[in-house]
């Protein structure tokens, strides 16, 4: 936490007390939040941009269910307030909307862009892209065109935030990344609908032997590798076929039909 934000969150327990939610709502129902927003714009510019660029902000919660901690308030328990601050900001001040659009970061970024709106809510979320903050990505990678969503495929980690652009752009142009996806229902579909490649249908067996923990489903191996080889190609993956034979009844004989050219096999 840089000194910024140190500065912040004092002012924040100084002047509004989250003893209980009743307190709580009565304070926003006051416009507190007002005099949050009147606070962050009396800052000089360059002390509002080390404060909503602090990667502190990357981990404050939008919302916790115990707001006190020992003698006083939570530190991390005032988001709604500066939420609805900086909504009101962003309403008032074309100025400060640009700055916290271009340097927000964390739960600074998650307000601006919900508190803009049209192409300034956009502007913001594409700035979201690369925050350190997953929850600012799902946020972003739900409202950027698909086409801006190609670069964070080829980076990004996180599965939910992978899932979340996966139901932008079709999980199909997706599969060599869900591959490795932590969801199970991810990875079958992956499995089955990826281009048939038989050297990693080979390393993944060999993984399998070796007892490793791998995203492996034999079901949907052999259901990819059948609909994809045809009658000319069989023959050059009976290795695959006899590690896959036992899974599938059904995908067994479709594969031997296709070399054989008879089928019930």
């Not at 006083?72 to 659009?101: C, D, E, T, W």
């Not at 927000?104 to 862009?113: D, K, L, S, V």
């Not at 009658?231 to 594969?255: H, M, T, V």
Request: proline share 2%.
């Amino acid at each position: 936490m840089n000194s910024e934000s140190k500065s912040f969150t004092k002012y924040l327990l100084d002047n509004f007390s989250l003893r209980d939610n009743v307190t709580y709502h009565a304070e926003e129902r006051q416009g507190k939040h007002i005099e949050i927003a009147n606070h962050l714009a009396s800052m000089s510019d360059k002390n509002l941009k080390s404060l909503i660029s602090d990667k502190y902000w990357n981990s404050y919660p939008l919302y916790t269910y115990y707001r006190t901690s020992g003698s006083g308030s939570n530190p991390k328990g005032y988001y709604s307030l500066i939420g609805s601050a900086v909504k009101y900001l962003m309403l008032v001040s074309q100025k400060h909307r640009k700055v916290f659009s271009d340097h927000a970061g964390g739960a600074f970024r998650i307000a601006t862009i919900n508190g803009t709106l049209g192409q300034d809510k956009l502007k913001a979320a594409k700035k979201g892209l690369t925050s350190g903050d997953a929850r600012v990505r799902k946020l972003a990678v739900s409202l950027v065109p698909v086409s801006d969503l190609k670069e964070i495929i080829k980076t990004e980690k996180r599965a939910d935030v992978l899932n979340s652009i996966s139901k932008r752009v079709g999980y199909i142009n997706m599969s060599h990344i869900e591959i490795e996806s932590r969801y199970r229902w991810n990875r079958s579909r992956a499995l089955a609908n990826s281009r048939f490649d038989p050297d990693f249908t080979r390393d993944l067996l060999q993984k399998k032997k070796a007892g490793k923990t791998i995203p492996f489903y034999e079901r949907d191996v052999f259901t990819n590798m059948v609909y994809n080889l045809d009658s000319n190609s069989a023959a050059f993956y009976l290795d695959i076929f006899r590690e896959l034979s036992s899974c599938d009844p059904q995908l067994k004989a479709a594969f031997l039909q296709k070399l054989t050219g008879k089928s019930g096999v």
